[in-house]
Each structure stands twice: as structure tokens, then as C-alpha cells.
Nanobody, 122 residues
Framework: QVQLVESGGGLVQAGGSLRLNCAAS????????MGWFRQAPGKERECVAA????????YYTASVKGRFTISRENAKNTVYLQMNSLKPEDTAIYYC???????????????WGQGTQVTVSS
């Protein structure tokens, strides 16, 4: 079992920045690929960014490339999502997830946090 707890969400004006944190506990953190997902009202959950076990592999959905950066510190059992140049369309609940395989498919991630709200005002 892996327990995930997100933090760092909040309300920010367009153009601002936020950093999301996801603290993991339980089984060996470094053995999992990690992903950040988001879900806006009425929309499907989507993978925003993902990072491999060592951090050498990463993925970003097109709408956040150049603005968001995913990183991890295995020694601290933590994964981060630095979000810059935020836009109102980034408003969503953001979830951290852990998976045993390298994937961006929502259903292949085994463990999920409770989510943190990010609201970007125009």
C-alpha cells in the first residue's frame, strides 16, 4: 500500500504560480512511477504530467508544456508539480497518483491521493 497526500493548492490569479506537493508513505516510493492528474467539473480526469522511477523520464500534456514541471525527491518520498503562468483553464482538482508501470493512463495508476483544489482567477 502507498498513501499519498497532496498539498499546495489554492486560489491564484492568472499568470501566477503554485507548487503542488505530494508526500508518499508506505511501500518503497522509488519503485513507482508518479503522475499528476486533474479533473475539472464535467470533464474526464486527465494526466497532466508523469515522471519515471528515477526522474529520467517525464511526460507533459500539450496544454501545460513549458509552464509546468514535474520532479521528485526519492529521499524525501515526495513528488512536486511546479505550475507557472497559470491560466483559468487550469482550474481543477489536482490528484497525485502512483503506479507500478510507466504510463499516462488513469486506470493503470494504483494509488491516489485525495486531491487538492487549484483555482485560477482571470
Amino acid at each position: 500500500q502507498v498513501q499519498l497526500v497532496e498539498s499546495g493548492g489554492g486560489l491564484v490569479q492568472a499568470g501566477g504560480s503554485l507548487r503542488l506537493n505530494c508526500a508518499a508513505s508506505g511501500r518503497t516510493f522509488s519503485g513507482y512511477a508518479m503522475g499528476w492528474f486533474r479533473q475539472a467539473p464535467g470533464k474526464e480526469r486527465e494526466c497532466v504530467a508523469a515522471i519515471g522511477w528515477s526522474g529520467s523520464m517525464s511526460y507533459y500534456t500539450a496544454s501545460v508544456k513549458g509552464r509546468f514541471t514535474i520532479s521528485r525527491e526519492n529521499a524525501k518520498n515526495t513528488v512536486y508539480l511546479q505550475m507557472n503562468s497559470l491560466k483559468p483553464e487550469d482550474t481543477a482538482i489536482y490528484y497525485c497518483a502512483a503506479g507500478s508501470t510507466w504510463t499516462i493512463r488513469t486506470f493503470e495508476y494504483e494509488y491516489w491521493g485525495q486531491g487538492t483544489q487549484v483555482t485560477v482567477s482571470s
